[in-house]
């Protein structure tokens, strides 16, 4: 259940049997052959499953995030750290000012890790809000899943490539992970990274991309208990 799927009124009503919510923030970046908005595409794909099991609204996902490293890369849009977690903690306070108490942040992009950190200050000036966030690449229950296959997570590799973040064409080779220098300019990165991968295999079997969606699916059901 989708909050662009409502009115106010109904949100009203719901409001009225639950206090749940729950929030993606993605980014618009490269993603090698994948889709631009895959880190947002992944986790809302889980949260619009993770709704219709719970019944937990969705609100609207934040496209947006922090990418300033892959800036030479066409396509990418990126905010400063600091309007990305001025963003968060808006959305947050409008959400905690009509009723929301319980809110699950999905985050689908590494670059947004200041908005966690913001997450501890709105919680100390909200009584009686509850705050979770998750992100999916980096949950035990993923880890298990590629050690399981003798698989190594990363950026626009395997992992990412689900059937609806594939674009284009994936290379049948893996590929070798790069050197990377450090912290790097954005010009630095399309060097060192190439076509935006960041090294391993492209794509693995379809039941293996499944298993991991269903992992992390069973997280975020779990974190939306609020035990």
């Known amino acids: 259940m989708r909050l662009?799927?409502?009115?106010?009124m109904d949100v009203e009503s719901y409001l009225e049997?639950?206090?749940?919510?729950?929030?993606?923030?993605?980014?618009?970046?490269?993603h090698g052959y994948l889709s631009l908005l895959t880190d947002a595409k992944i986790p809302l794909a889980l949260a619009d499953a993770a709704s219709q099991q719970s019944g937990v609204l969705v609100a609207p996902p934040l496209n947006f995030g922090a990418s300033p490293y892959f800036l030479a890369y066409?396509?990418?849009?990126?905010?400063?750290?600091?309007?990305?977690?001025?963003?968060?903690?808006?959305?947050?306070?409008?959400a905690y000012q009509v009723g929301f108490r319980r809110i699950v942040v999905l985050n689908g992009?590494?670059?947004?890790?200041?908005?966690?950190?913001?997450?501890?200050?709105?919680?100390?000036?909200?009584?009686?809000?509850?705050?979770?966030?998750?992100?999916?690449?980096?949950?035990?229950?993923?880890?298990?899943?590629a050690e399981k296959h003798g698989l190594k997570?990363?950026?626009?590799?395997?992992?990412?490539?689900f059937?609806?973040?594939i674009v284009a064409d994936l290379?049948?080779?893996?590929?070798?992970?790069p050197h990377v220098p450090g912290i790097m300019d954005a010009k630095t990165a399309r060097q060192v990274y190439g076509d935006g991968s960041f090294g391993g295999?492209?794509?693995?079997?379809?039941?293996?991309?499944?298993?991991i969606f269903a992992v992390c699916l069973q997280d975020i059901l779990q974190t939306l208990k609020f035990e």
Do not use: C
Not at 17 to 30: F, K, M, N, S, Y
Not at 74 to 94: F, K, N, Q, W
Not at 153 to 161: G, I, K, S, T, V
Not at 202 to 207: G, Q, S
């Open 4 to 8: 662009e799927e409502l009115n106010w």
């Open 163 to 165: 059937s609806f973040t």
């Open 109 to 145: 992009h590494g670059g947004n890790a200041s908005g966690r950190t913001r997450l501890a200050e709105v919680a100390n000036n909200l009584p009686g809000i509850r705050l979770d966030w998750y992100e999916w690449w980096n949950s035990h229950s993923v880890e298990a899943v």
């Open 171 to 177: 290379p049948t080779d893996a590929k070798i992970p």
């Open 17 to 30: 049997r639950d206090d749940r919510l729950i929030l993606v923030v993605g980014a618009t970046e490269q």
């Open 74 to 94: 066409p396509g990418t849009l990126s905010l400063r750290a600091t309007t990305l977690m001025d963003v968060i903690e808006d959305l947050l306070r409008s």
């Open 201 to 211: 295999p492209y794509r693995v079997d379809e039941a293996i991309m499944q298993e």
């Open 153 to 161: 997570p990363n950026h626009a590799n395997w992992l990412e490539a």
